[in-house]
C-alpha cells in the first residue's frame, strides 16, 4: 500500500547550521508530495508541496525536490533558527484514486537550540 | 479567510464516558477529514466526506466512533465509550476541489482519558 517514511524521529541543531529531513515513500501512482509544520500546540501548516520530478520548491527558507527515481523529498535548509523548532511531516496523496486522502509519515521533531 | 475551526480544544474524561468534537470547515470546501494524531506522531485519517457523503471510513473504529456531516458543511467525530488509547488529538481539516490535494487544518482537539 501507499506509504511515507521519516526515518529520524528527532533532530537537534545549534541555530545557523544546515538542515536535513528525511523523506521517502512508496507507491504506485502518480504522487503528489507535501510538507507540514507543526508547531506546539498548533495546527499543521503548508510549508512545501510538488508533484514535478526533479523541480525544487522553495518557501520560507525551506527546499525540497521531489525525486521519483529513489522516491525521495527531502527537507532542507541552510541555516536553521530558533523559531523552527517544531514538528515537521511529510505526507504523500497520491492523484489517481482517493484524491485528497493525505499519508501521513511518522513525523521529525526539529530542535534548535541558541 | 476564516480557518478551520474545531471546539472543544481540550477534553478531559474517565473510560466510558462519551464526547463530540465539532469542526466547522472553510466556506466552499467541499472535502473534510478528521485524523487522529497521538502524541509527537504523525496525523492517521480516519474519515473523509464529500460534501455530506463518507468517501472513506475504512479506519474508524466503528463500535465507538462516528462520524457524520449532514448538511455537508459542518461535521460532528462522537466517541461513544471512550478508552485511554483514545488519547490524542483529533484535527480537522477540509479541501477545496480545486487546490491541488492541499488540506488546511484546525487547531485541533486535545483528549485526554484516564
Known amino acids: 500500500g501507499d506509504s511515507v517514511t521519516q526515518t529520524e524521529g528527532l533532530v537537534t541543531l545549534t541555530k545557523g547550521l544546515p538542515v536535513m529531513l528525511n523523506c521517502t515513500y512508496q507507491?504506485?501512482?502518480?504522487?503528489?508530495l507535501f510538507w507540514y509544520v507543526q508547531h506546539l500546540n498548533e495546527a499543521p501548516k503548508l510549508l512545501l508541496k510538488?508533484?514535478?520530478?526533479?523541480k525544487r520548491t522553495e518557501h520560507q527558507g525551506f527546499y525540497a525536490t521531489l525525486h521519483k527515481s529513489s522516491s525521495s523529498f527531502h527537507l532542507q535548509k541552510s541555516s536553521v533558527q530558533l523559531s523552527d523548532s517544531a514538528l515537521y511531516f511529510c505526507a504523500l496523496s497520491v492523484l489517481n484514486y482517493n484524491q485528497g486522502k493525505l499519508i501521513f509519515g511518522q513525523g521529525t521533531k526539529l530542535s534548535i537550540k541558541p | 479567510e476564516a480557518g478551520v475551526t474545531q471546539s472543544p480544544r481540550y477534553a478531559v474524561l474517565q473510560e466510558g464516558q462519551a464526547v463530540s468534537f465539532w469542526c466547522d470547515p472553510i466556506?466552499?470546501?467541499?472535502?473534510l477529514y478528521w485524523y487522529q494524531q497521538p502524541r509527537d506522531q504523525g496525523p492517521q485519517l480516519l474519515v473523509y466526506?464529500?460534501?455530506?457523503?463518507?468517501?472513506?471510513n475504512s479506519q474508524l473504529p466503528s463500535d465507538r466512533f462516528s462520524a457524520v456531516r449532514p448538511k455537508g458543511t459542518n461535521s460532528t467525530l462522537k466517541i461513544q465509550s471512550a478508552k485511554q488509547g483514545d488519547t490524542a488529538t483529533y484535527l480537522c481539516a477540509s479541501r477545496h476541489r480545486a487546490s491541488q490535494n492541499t488540506l488546511y487544518f484546525g487547531a485541533g482537539t486535545r483528549l485526554s482519558v484516564l
Open positions: 466556506s466552499g470546501h467541499d472535502t
Open positions: 507507491t504506485t501512482y502518480s504522487p503528489f
Open positions: 510538488s508533484s514535478t520530478d526533479n
Open positions: 466526506f464529500r460534501d455530506e457523503a463518507v468517501i472513506d
